[in-house]
């Protein structure tokens, strides 16, 4: 079975601050791992993904995330947060059989001016 | 190229009545899925498809229940409402041909049981 923890369900940074979203997962199998951003009244839509190869992925938007396998972590990063950021980021885990994608509870970003 | 479509966009429905959503794609993804999204428990999976006339359960599937006809479209039905259905329900769909291709998520349809 797999499984994702995000810790902290709500994130509030400065204008300019780093963004740090964190998330560990569970798999029983080496993992496909991604971040999606959800904004308000709007459907999913993909930050990033790690499958294989560089543990340091980048995505759209500025954000990038680091597979830690040691640490089961897939952190997701931005240098510099911009107003345009505040959003729902979901981490999730696929199997690799299907596709299903196993998502965390979510962490919803809050940038203050 | 429209994506991942979804009817309605809003329901609202009183205990025990039926209903039926509709999710549509236009990237001939062979796979299908069906989720509810609550607040502070993410999405979870209702029902998938692998292809065009079968289906399977996911991780809440009770009260729920699914057809795939057409390759392009995902049913979503509810035979009788209960407000614990109250939720936002999404429809995404992938490709079969690539293991690394991410979701595409429709915009959703928030549907409140009275």
């Known amino acids: 079975a797999q499984s994702v923890t995000q810790l902290g369900s709500h994130v509030s940074v400065s204008e300019g601050a780093l963004v740090l979203l964190r998330c560990n997962y569970s798999?029983?199998?080496?993992?496909?791992l991604f971040w999606y951003v959800q904004y308000p009244n709007q459907g999913l839509q993909l930050l990033l993904k790690?499958?294989?190869?560089?543990?340091l992925v980048k995505g759209i938007n500025g954000f990038e995330a680091e597979f830690k396998k040691s640490e089961t972590s897939f952190h997701l990063t931005k240098p510099s947060a911009h107003m345009s950021d505040a959003a729902e980021y979901f981490c999730?885990?696929?199997?690799?059989?299907?596709?299903?994608?196993?998502f965390g509870t979510g962490t919803k970003l809050q940038v203050i001016p | 190229n429209a994506g991942v479509t979804q009817t309605p966009k809003f329901r609202v429905l009183k205990t025990g009545q039926s209903m039926t959503l509709l999710c549509a794609q236009d990237m001939n993804h062979e796979y299908m899925y069906w989720y509810r999204q609550d607040p502070g428990m993410g999405l979870r999976l209702i029902h998938y498809?692998?292809?065009?006339?079968?289906?399977a359960k996911g991780e809440v599937p009770d009260g729920y229940n699914v057809s795939r006809l057409k390759k392009q479209n995902f049913l979503l039905g509810l035979e009788s409402a209960a407000p614990s259905q109250t939720s936002v329900y999404f429809c995404a769909s992938s490709s079969h041909v690539n293991p690394y291709n991410e979701q595409f998520f429709g915009p959703g349809t928030r549907l409140t049981v009275l």
């Open positions: 498809s692998v292809g065009e006339g079968t289906t």
């Open positions: 798999s029983s199998v080496p993992p496909y």
């Open positions: 790690y499958t294989t190869g560089a543990t």
């Open positions: 999730a885990v696929s199997d690799r059989r299907y596709q299903k994608v196993t």
